[in-house]
């Protein structure tokens, strides 16, 4: 029987990429080498293997992943015990809005010293009608109704990352639904499972494993 090698996952625990493949390959239950990575440091094996220098990447014995979603996908085509993929196709629609549409405003916001002063109520304003948008779109608990699906699971981190730049004026906004469904995840087994703290990973170092 041929043997696998466990594939090695370079990651970096606060990037919303990396926790939503972190999510997908624990849901899937996959167990991987993790890395983690410190974004200035980039340690050379990983340069060497990642195309685009960007975390997470994945090495299995038979090809490099480099993009957060095709992780997610590659997990869940060999297991999905929760039906994550089972969505509609509006679902890669929402995802694409909120990495395309979304992200380059909450990176405004959330690093707002990078840009002129007077720009940062209106970029906040941007990425909160994205959200609002989205709040008014979702069918249920969910996006897609009451079950959770790969969508939800992809958009999370962002929403998060957005929420936490101030959560006390995240949380003073009229949500429909979006902040429970928020409040949903941070609480959750699955999430907090998928934030331990690793150190810093170098050459050398035993392996540690995810799940
Ligand atoms: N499209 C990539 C984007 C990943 C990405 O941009 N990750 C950031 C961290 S959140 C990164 O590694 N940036 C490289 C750097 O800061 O040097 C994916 O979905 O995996």
New binding site residues.
Partial sequence: MEVKETPILYS?R?????I??RLALSSANIKVEIRE?V??E?PKEFIEVSA??????LVTDESVI??????MLWALNQNDPENWLDMPDEGFEVINLI?DKFKPYLDKTKYSSRYPKDEFEGNRMIATDILKDLDRFQKGKYFFGNKMSLCDVAVFPFVRQFAFINIDWFNGIQWRNLNDWLNYFLDSEMFVSCQKKYIKWESGNSTVYFP
């Fill in positions: 970096f606060r990037c919303p990429y990396a939503r493949a990575v974004l200035k980039k685009s220098k960007t975390v997470p990447c480099d993009e957060s979603l095709d992780i990495e």
